[in-house]
T-cell receptor, first 116, second 111 residues
Framework: DTAVSQTPKYLVTQMGNDKSIKCEQN?????MYWYKQDSKKFLKIMFS?????LIINETVPNRFSPKSPDKAHLNLHINSLELGDSAVYFC?????WGRGIGNEQFFGPGTRLTVL | GDSVTQMEGPVTLSEEAFLTINCTYT??????LFWYVQYPGEGLQLLLK?????DKGSNKGFEATYRKETTSFHLEKGSVQVSDSAVYFC??????????FGKGNQVVVIP
């Protein structure tokens, strides 16, 4: 059973297109996250949702819009894709958004987005 | 803001050698500290964690101790295997459980 899953695993698209990445977790967690890993493997948080409500919104362009239909899903929609959006996008989840002892984040396998 | 600094550059070593990866942090308050590992083509896996000063996290032969006086969380393993080849990330959690990651260190273990 995959705890945190993402689709698709690879996404190749043209500049200017709109695309979505889906994430699902079956851990019963309340909080989900999106991280971006650039070509140098640097990871930075983009968003987090707790029980469908936005908690964290880092300085991400408005072209990126997360959507959480329920607490087990957090999708990422990207409008007007640019070359600089090429990266690996990781979804993660945690029990909640506090910093308690058991509150580590579990990561999905990643989606490699390539914008041509 | 809260941040993590890892030593620069890849680490290449022979099987059964001793591994150390340095990690220091800057934080207001008392963050939780983590080491994550990323195997080729995979997502991140939590390797170990520590939530307060002097705590030692350990897993799969790896250890790291939360040192408040030196603001460090160095990762060590006494005898590495080829299967330990991966990228290792030090991280801390701060406001709303967001993770701040270091730049990662590629570890290559040669047979």
């Amino acid at each position: 059973d995959t705890a945190v899953s993402q689709t698709p695993k690879y996404l190749v698209t043209q500049m200017g297109n709109d695309k979505s990445i889906k994430c699902e977790q079956n851990l019963g967690h309340d909080t989900m996250y999106w991280y971006k890993q650039d070509s140098k493997k640097f990871l930075k948080i983009m968003f987090s949702y707790n029980n469908k409500e936005l908690i964290i919104n880092e300085t991400v362009p408005n072209r990126f819009s997360p959507k959480s239909p329920d607490k087990a899903h957090l999708n990422l929609h990207i409008n007007s894709l640019e070359l600089g959006d090429s990266a690996v996008y990781f979804c993660a989840s945690s029990q909640d958004w506090g910093r308690g002892i058991g509150n580590e984040q579990f990561f999905g396998p990643g989606t490699r987005l390539t914008v041509l | 803001g809260d941040s993590v600094t890892q030593m620069e550059g890849p680490v290449t070593l022979s099987e059964e050698a001793f591994l150390t990866i340095n990690c220091t942090y800057t934080a207001t308050g008392y963050p939780s500290l983590f080491w994550y590992v990323q195997y080729p083509g995979e997502g991140l896996q939590l390797l170990l964690k520590a939530t307060k000063a002097d705590d030692k996290g350990s897993n799969k032969g790896f250890e790291a101790t939360y040192r408040k006086e030196t603001t460090s969380f160095h990762l060590e393993k006494g005898s590495v295997q080829v299967s330990d080849s991966a990228v290792y990330f030090c991280a801390l959690s701060y406001g709303n459980n967001r993770l701040a990651f270091g730049k990662g260190n590629q570890v290559v273990v040669i047979p």
